[in-house]
């Protein structure tokens, strides 16, 4: 049984380790920098981060934040996780409904996200949950830096 909850900072020190393992899926390099980013985002209140937990474990984690972009406020999924072992169990779909429901108590009416273009797992999965393109990045590489 999945249990899904707003992650406070006492979370967040106490998962310390699940949160690395899903920021590895994320490739995040600098985990220290990314554990204290989420704990002032979660602190000053300025993100919604749900966590999903199996008996205690921390197996899932979606951070979003208020935005306003074309002229609508939104809120941005910036990181979205959930570990290797605990995918296709519906866990994302629990945790995406939840950032819904806190949406419309909100009164906003568009989530978005930005998805890498050779990520087939993830593009299925928001196609299957009715996400919808909207733009497309495109960026002119100069060489090195």
Not at 62 to 69: H, I
Not at 101 to 111: F, H, L, P, S, Y
């Amino acid at each position: 049984m999945q249990k899904i909850k707003l992650l406070t900072e006492d979370d967040i020190k106490k998962n310390k380790n699940d949160l690395e393992e899903l920021f590895k899926n994320l490739n995040i390099l600098d985990m220290t920098e990314m554990l204290k980013k989420l704990t002032l985002f979660v602190t000053e209140k300025m993100c919604i981060c749900l966590g999903a937990y199996e008996k205690n474990e921390l197996v899932g984690i979606l951070w979003a934040y208020k935005r306003e972009f074309s002229g609508e406020l939104r809120y941005h999924i910036n990181y979205f996780s959930i570990k290797n072992k605990s995918q296709n169990q519906g866990i994302g779909k629990k945790l995406l409904e939840k950032l819904k429901d806190i949406a419309k108590e909100k009164k906003v009416r568009i989530i978005d996200l930005n998805v890498d273009v050779n990520n087939e797992q993830a593009k299925n999965f928001y196609k299957k949950n009715n996400f919808e393109e909207e733009k497309i990045l495109l960026y002119l590489n100069l060489g090195e830096k």
